[in-house]
């Protein structure tokens, strides 16, 4: 998808760069303030979209505040602990779909909620998982994503190839992969540092891909969820290359 070039799309990209940068330096805590507060956000954005596709008339209104505190709630056990954040992804969706039949409502009319809460969770979870096991793998993640992000709207916003943004955006994770690796990210060494690169750079176009497909239309207005979709399965595939070496 064509990046929107309307408002203040670059000093809020700046903005956003040095605040999560900037969460991963500080700690856990600052991890989690940020990342939980963008998810909540999300989820509620994503929600709203939802409503307002006909076949949805049946969503109670006060489903994007249940998806808000739902996202808000899953993002703040990654903080706590792994375990504890796993089954809180389990428990939260079937809660969700149990509240919205509890006002007499049908299961298909939690699927906006759940929807919003999984796709803004997923991502803004994996940062925070990282961040407390590595903090420079956290650093490298979030480097690597956002400038891939940059790439992409610069190469993206004047074109009418779909190829040249990922393209311009991957060479800014390349770079960034370059520095982790000659640094030894931890836990990487070079050649792992450059696995994870490459993963990444195949997994935020997907990410985005995905987020897209997961709302009713491509172009819709959800701008805290374009802050997390390169994370969503970016970050989660990070979590994993950690574990494994780790």
């Known amino acids: 998808m064509r990046p929107s070039t309307a408002g203040p799309k670059v000093r809020l990209g700046i903005v956003w760069f040095i605040a999560a940068a900037a969460s991963v330096i500080i700690g856990r805590w600052a991890v989690m303030t940020l990342w939980s507060a963008v998810?909540?956000?999300?989820?509620?954005q994503v929600s709203r979209v939802w409503m307002s596709v006909p076949k949805a008339k049946d969503t109670p209104a006060w489903v994007p505040h249940l998806s808000a505190g739902a996202a808000l709630l899953l993002t703040v056990t990654a903080a706590l602990g792994t375990s504890l954040a796993g089954i809180?992804?389990?428990l939260v969706p079937l809660t969700i779909v149990g509240t919205v039949m509890a006002s007499g409502r049908r299961p298909a009319a939690a699927g906006a909620a759940v929807i919003a809460t999984v796709l803004a969770s997923v991502p803004a979870m994996s940062v925070i998982l990282v961040a407390r096991m590595e903090p420079w793998?956290?650093?490298?993640?979030v480097f690597a994503i956002s400038f891939y992000d940059a790439g992409y709207f610069i190469g993206a916003a004047?074109?009418?190839?779909r190829l040249e943004g990922p393209i311009t955006g991957g060479i800014g994770l390349l770079a960034v992969t370059f520095a982790a690796s000659a640094v030894e990210a931890q836990p990487f060494d070079r050649a792992t540092a450059w696995v994870a690169g490459v993963m990444i750079l195949l997994a935020c176009p997907l990410g985005q891909m995905?987020?897209?497909a997961e709302l009713p239309r491509?172009?819709?207005e959800v701008p805290a969820m374009r802050r997390l979709d390169?994370?969503?399965v970016a970050g989660p595939l990070m979590l994993a290359a950690v574990?494994?070496?780790g």
């Open 158 to 161: 004047e074109s009418s190839s």
């Open 39 to 44: 998810a909540a956000v999300a989820a509620w």
């Open 88 to 90: 809180a992804l389990i």
């Open 137 to 141: 793998s956290a650093m490298f993640l």
């Open 230 to 232: 390169a994370y969503l």
């Open 218 to 220: 491509a172009d819709a």
């Open 210 to 212: 995905l987020t897209s």
């Open 243 to 245: 574990w494994t070496f």
